[in-house]
Nanobody
């Protein structure tokens, strides 16, 4: 079992920045990729960014050049630095962890609202 706890969401003005954190606990040695997904109002959950155990990253086209995913293995934490935020980035952001057994774990979600 893996537990994921997100933090760092909130209200920010367009053009602003936020950093989300996802702390993992439990059987973390089984995780091989972690990522962030978002679900906007009336939309399906979609990929934002992922990072593998060796640091390989992948981003949705809509966030390339604005968002950066990183991980601190010593702290078992994954971060999402979000810059140049736009109103369309408004969503609930979920942390995801996928294990070597192809099991998916999700955090509870954190709300990000971009509005003036």
């Amino acid at each position: 079992q893996v537990q994921l706890v997100e933090s760092g969401g909130g209200l920010v003005q367009p053009g602003g920045s936020l950093r989300l954190s996802c702390a993992a606990s439990g059987s973390i040695f089984t995780l091989y990729v972690m990522g962030w997904y978002c679900q906007g109002p009336g939309k399906q959950r979609e990929l934002v960014a992922t990072i593998t155990r060796d640091g390989t990253t992948n981003y949705a086209d809509s966030v390339k050049g604005r968002f950066t995913i990183s991980r601190d293995n010593a702290k078992n934490t994954v971060y999402l630095q979000m810059n140049s935020l736009k109103p369309e980035d408004t969503a609930v952001y979920y942390c995801n962890g996928r294990t070597i057994f192809h099991s998916d774990y999700w955090g509870q979600g954190t709300q990000v609202t971009v509005s003036s």
